[in-house]
Each structure stands twice: as structure tokens, then as C-alpha cells.
């Protein structure tokens, strides 16, 4: 069954699954990457100017990546072999290595609003318990200091 090039096809329940799965990895990469395009302006090199925590954003800190690696398990479950689980163990490898550099520069760049922001927002998953939604805005570098932290108390 997880051999390359073998055509077996998944069993029904097993292909609505892997069909959701797309499906859901579309629409939430689809509004994260609405959400960064209406309200955040990037450099000609792609870094951001702004730190935009609302939206989505107040949920996960990296809800691309997670709709990725959701369409990613889709395709893995659609036509499950080696291969294709392997190149989903490094995709994931790949995105969560790219994601800890990212997170350097958004410290060095944002500072002290970004760490609150990390504290409070999973990275990959909402957190649970005291902080489970951050009421946080984008923040324009300009702006850093002036911006404040609240959340909601379950």
C-alpha cells in the first residue's frame, strides 16, 4: 500500500478525509495570505515593515505553513506511498527550520511587542488555558513602543 509506484486506490473514507484535508489547508492558506497581502507591506527583498497579529494571526503565528502542511497530508493521504511521506517529513523539516529564522529576524526587528506576541499566539497550534486569543493590531515599526498587549481570559 506505501510502495512508490503501486495503484491502489485509498479506501472512500480515506480519500473524504484526504479530500477535507486539502480543502481545509486551501481555505487557510488562502485567508492567511489575504490577510497578509490587505494589511501588510513588504520591502523589494520581502521583509515585512509591519507585525500584524490580528485576523487570523491571533490564533497562530504561522497559519501558511500550517495550511501547507495541510494540503501537503492531503496529497499523502490521496496517494499514500514512501516517497510522498518522506517529501512531507522534509517539507516540514524545511518549513519549521525557515520559520525559526524567521522569528530572529522578527524579534531583532519588532522587539519586545513580538516576544508578548510569541508568548501568547502557538506557533503552529492556538494556545489553550490563560491566553487563549490575543487582542493584539498591526504594529508599524514606526509604532513599536506605543502598542499594547491585551488578551482574554477564558
Known amino acids: 500500500y506505501?510502495?512508490?509506484?503501486?495503484d491502489v486506490p485509498p479506501p472512500d473514507g480515506l480519500s473524504i478525509f484526504s479530500a477535507s484535508l486539502l480543502l481545509l489547508g486551501n481555505i487557510l492558506t488562502y485567508i492567511a495570505v489575504?490577510?497578509?497581502?490587505?494589511r501588510v507591506s513588504f520591502h523589494d527583498f520581502g521583509e515585512t515593515k509591519r507585525l500584524h497579529t490580528a485576523g487570523i494571526y491571533r490564533l497562530v503565528r504561522n497559519p501558511i505553513t500550517v495550511g501547507l502542511v495541510t494540503i501537503f497530508s492531503g496529497f499523502v493521504l490521496a496517494r499514500p506511498s514512501v516517497i510522498m511521506l518522506i517529501g512531507l517529513i522534509l517539507f516540514v523539516l524545511n518549513a519549521h527550520y525557515r520559520i525559526k529564522m524567521e522569528e530572529v529576524y522578527l524579534e531583532k526587528t519588532f522587539g519586545d511587542d513580538y516576544l508578548r506576541y510569541k508568548n501568547i499566539v502557538g506557533k503552529y497550534v492556538p494556545k489553550v488555558g490563560g491566553h487563549c486569543i490575543a487582542k493584539l493590531n498591526t504594529t508599524d515599526k514606526g509604532d513599536i513602543k506605543s502598542q499594547r498587549v491585551d488578551t482574554i481570559q477564558e
Open 34 to 38: 489575504a490577510t497578509l497581502r490587505a
Open 2 to 6: 506505501l510502495l512508490p509506484f503501486l
